[in-house]
Structure formats: structure tokens, C-alpha cells
């Protein structure tokens, strides 16, 4: 392998945003990262569903909007993200997804960063099709052993019934992933977390792939991107 493939050799802190609607692939391009480089994937999504397992007051209050396809309230998620930041601040840096979802997390995300001593290095826009999220969102399961996530269609196991990573064979479908849930899903994404696109094309930071491609196709953009 040559220096330019061989990315686990990367050692660089870097921070980014993983930007797009739900089924754009952030989840699955994290955790190719992740992989890659050592980084760390912070989903609000998943972290919020676990405050949900667990009962916590967060998790009380986040349950049914998202079982409804809102947003959670910003002080809520920003209160996780902070937490997650200062365990993460001296590590090789943390891959952003899902979050920032409205113009006031991203806000508070800049005082976040100051207040842990981090920056932001980029933030890749994910750009899809609409009318094929849907599919991607229904189509979506994950291994309950190690989170890998699957796809019926367009990444399934290569044994049938068994993970590729971990070799599992518990697989969980998320509550919120039917086709009515994830139109409201979808408009939650254009009312309040497209016009970051915008925002951080200001900032000189913003990165657009097209995520309507193959998984590897999109990874290997997302590499060139960062
Ligand atoms: P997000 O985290 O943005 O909501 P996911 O990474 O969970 O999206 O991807 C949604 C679904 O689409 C998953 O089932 C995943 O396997 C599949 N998927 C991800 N990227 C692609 C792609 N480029 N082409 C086809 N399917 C994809
Ligand atoms: P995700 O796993 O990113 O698809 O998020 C699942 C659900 O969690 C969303 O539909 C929201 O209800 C909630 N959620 C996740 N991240 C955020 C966020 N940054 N702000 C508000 N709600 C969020």
C-alpha cells in the first residue's frame, strides 16, 4: 500500500462536520473514518438514543420527538455534545454527525470548541437526492454487537444473517426509520439545518461531495474533501 492510500498512518487532529439530511451516509462515512484515521464519531442521534434506553431526564424529554421526527431542543443536545467534548478534546479528533442541526447549535458549537481549546477543520455537505432518502432511511439496519450499518439493498452482510465486523448476528431496525417519519424528518432538515450550508460556506470551511454515489466513491471524495 502507498503513502497515499495507507490514510491509518494519518496522525493530524482533525474536526468536521458531516453534513446532510437523514440516509445521506454520515453515519456510515463516520465510521469509515473512524477506521481510518482514529477518530471519533459524535452522533447526537445515537447518544440521544441512548439517554432514551437509559431513562435519563434527556432521554424523557428527547423520546417523543423523536419518535415524531423533530427536532430535540438545542440546550438539550448542546448540554451532550458538551460533555462528549471534554472527554474528547485531547484525542485525534471528532467527526460531527448530526449535529449541528439549527443556526443556534452551530452558534453554541464555536463557543464549545473555544471553551474545550479545539477548532473546526471542515465541513463536508453531503448532497442527495430527497426522494431517495427515503429508501436509504427504510432500507437501514444495524449490527446490535457493533453498530456496523447494513442496507438491504445497497450494503448487505457478506454472509447472510452474520456482520461482517463483528461476526453478530443480533440486527436492529431504528422505530423512527418508516417512510412517514422520515418526511418529517426530511423537513426538519430544510427548514432549520440547510441554511448551515450557506453559514459555513462563509466561513471558508464548507466541502460539498456528492453523496448520491457509492460508498466508496463517497469516501474517497470525502478523503480528497479533508
Ligand atoms: P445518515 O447517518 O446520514 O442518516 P446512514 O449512514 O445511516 O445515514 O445511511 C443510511 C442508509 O443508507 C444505511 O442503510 C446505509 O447503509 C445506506 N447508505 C449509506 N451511504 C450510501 C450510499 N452512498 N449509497 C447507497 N446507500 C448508502
Ligand atoms: P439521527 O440519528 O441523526 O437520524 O437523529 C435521530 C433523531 O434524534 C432526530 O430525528 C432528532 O429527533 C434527534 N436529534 C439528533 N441529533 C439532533 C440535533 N443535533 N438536534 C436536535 N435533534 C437531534
Redesign the pocket.
Known sequence: MDAQTDTRSETRTVNLILLGP?GAG??TQARILMEERGLTQL????M??AAVAAGTDAGKA?KA??E???????E??VAI?DDKLAEEKSGPGVIF??????AA?AESLDALLAKHGMQLDAVVSMEVDDDAMVGRVSGRYTCGGCGEGYHDAAKVPRTEGVCDKCGGSDFKR?A?DNAE?VRA?LE?YHADTAPLIAHYAATGKLKTVDAMKDIDDVTAAIRAAI
Open positions: 437523514p454520515k453515519g452522533s447526537t442521534g445515537d440521544l438514543r428527547a420527538v423523536m415524531a421526527g423533530g427536532l430535540v431542543s438545542d438539550i443536545v455534545v454527525d448530526g449535529f449541528p442541526r439549527t447549535q431504528r423512527d417519519t424528518r426538519a
